[in-house]
């Protein structure tokens, strides 16, 4: 009998490591953005979650680990009395806050640290040698005041030292990125933690981003397990009347956010399930819910049917004054000039070019990205594609005329110049009340 049940298990053992090892060469080399929450980090199985993450290490997947704090912060709080408020979902923070925040996200950053440097003999880390990297990755930036709240010393990210992240994964180390940021003034700001890893994932065009639910995964009206959901489909759900956690709503938004900016796959999981990112990543159905990403987004030269995607894109900036109104005709005149970033049937990204072939000098005009697509580097890619446009036709300079986004601007290369620097034909056309700067950058 006992000969049986060890046959099965070595069987089943087997069976199990062959079904595994597809996944293991599928996920070796790829980038996993992996958040989870405070309360993961104070549970007593917490280095059980630790071990399984040396595993994925172990078999040369790159690894950015993105840690809540609520818990921690609240017991510091409360242990020095000190009321806070949230807004939003977000904590309003203060000088006194913050120094809370400050002690629990230093004291999480170093209990992660020392398990990941943990090599137990019989345990998923012995002989591990796992280096692990964090520092000031992050430039993070003020909330300010939003609706009338000042958010104090709570932030968002501004951006990320990617090369600096990519050097570290690119020498085996497992990246440990906090929900803090610093200014370059040398202020620092608590951020969400969705919000780091949401934009770590974007950014580094993460082959996942793997939310750790701390409530239920993912179910549907029958309360069956949704395994798999588009970002339409997502939409749909959150849209809809269906009830929701905070949570899930939250992380459901983030990853289809990710989906739709080059995140290949994001994921749900339910962080109490024991061994839940083994099942997730090395079982053929998973134990989650897979967010799959959609790539239906294409820079193109505009063409005439365009005009009215274009005019819907452009309203709001020119109803507050940082574009000026241009009509549906002038738009048809010169809708040759026009570049545009097309998703799902939608425009939301153009661009107009101006050649000014005698004097070998260029305008950018019309430069708008959707409010919705801003954070992921549209405004630059049309900008690059623009300027490598104009010097295919031979310009050398390329011009810019702007009211509000001069910082933007001057940090992508160009320097301000006066209005004599105009060509003619533009010179002509300067609207002296509006007082636009003038910029160029060499081609």
């Not at 697509?373 to 702007?402: F, P, W």
């Amino acid at each position: 009998m006992n000969n049986k049940n060890d046959n099965d298990q070595t069987q089943a053992f087997v069976n199990g490591f062959r079904a595994a090892s597809p996944y293991v060469n599928a996920h070796r080399g790829r980038t996993f953005v992996l958040m989870f929450a405070g309360e993961a980090v104070q549970d007593k199985q917490f280095d059980t979650l630790i071990h399984d993450i040396a595993i994925l290490s172990s078999i040369g997947i790159r690894l950015l680990l993105v840690h809540g704090a609520r818990p921690q912060i609240e017991k510091r709080l409360k242990r020095e009395q000190i009321d806070t408020e949230y807004q939003n979902g977000l904590r309003i923070t203060d000088s006194q806050t913050l120094e809370c925040v400050k002690e629990a996200v230093g004291s999480i950053r170093v209990e992660i640290e020392s398990l990941l440097s943990m090599g137990v003999a019989n345990t998923p880390m012995a002989g591990a040698h796992i280096r692990v990297a964090s520092g000031n990755f992050v430039t993070a930036q003020p909330l300010g005041v939003r609706d009338g709240v000042d958010f104090q010393h709570t932030g968002e990210v501004r951006r990320l030292d990617v090369d600096a992240i990519r050097d570290r994964l690119d020498h085996g180390d497992i990246v440990l990125l906090s929900p803090s940021g610093y200014s370059p003034t040398g202020e620092i700001f608590n951020l969400s933690a969705e919000d780091v890893a949401t934009t770590t994932a974007t950014e580094l065009q993460a082959d996942k981003l793997i939310f750790l639910l701390e409530g239920a995964n993912l179910l549907d009206s029958s309360r069956q397990l949704i395994r798999e959901i588009s970002p339409a489909e997502a939409d749909r759900l959150l849209d809809s009347k269906r009830k929701l956690s905070d949570e899930l709503r939250t992380h459901l938004r983030s990853a289809v956010h990710a989906c739709r900016f080059g995140v290949a796959r994001a994921h749900l999981i339910q962080r109490k399930t024991d061994g839940v990112l083994l099942q997730e990543l090395f079982t053929r159905d998973g134990v989650g819910t897979l967010i799959t990403g959609e790539t239906v987004e294409s820079l193109r030269a505009a063409t005439i049917d365009d005009v009215g995607g274009i005019i819907e894109l452009l309203k709001p900036l020119e109803e507050s004054g940082v574009l000026v109104k241009r009509s549906r005709e002038l738009l048809e005149v010169e809708i040759d000039q026009y570049t545009v970033i097309e998703r799902e049937g939608m425009i939301i990204g153009c661009a107009a070019l101006h050649p000014y072939h005698q004097e070998r000098v260029a305008e950018l005009a019309c430069l708008a990205v959707h409010p919705q697509y801003q954070d992921n580097g549209r405004g630059e890619h049309m900008l690059n594609h623009i300027e490598k446009q104009a010097s295919a036709q031979g310009m050398t300079k390329l011009l810019v005329l702007t009211t509000q986004t001069a910082h933007w601007f001057q940090e992508k290369g160009f320097v301000e110049t006066q209005i004599k620097s105009l060509p003619v034909k533009r010179k002509n056309l300067y609207n002296i009340q509006r007082k636009s700067k003038i910029f160029y950058k060499l081609l």
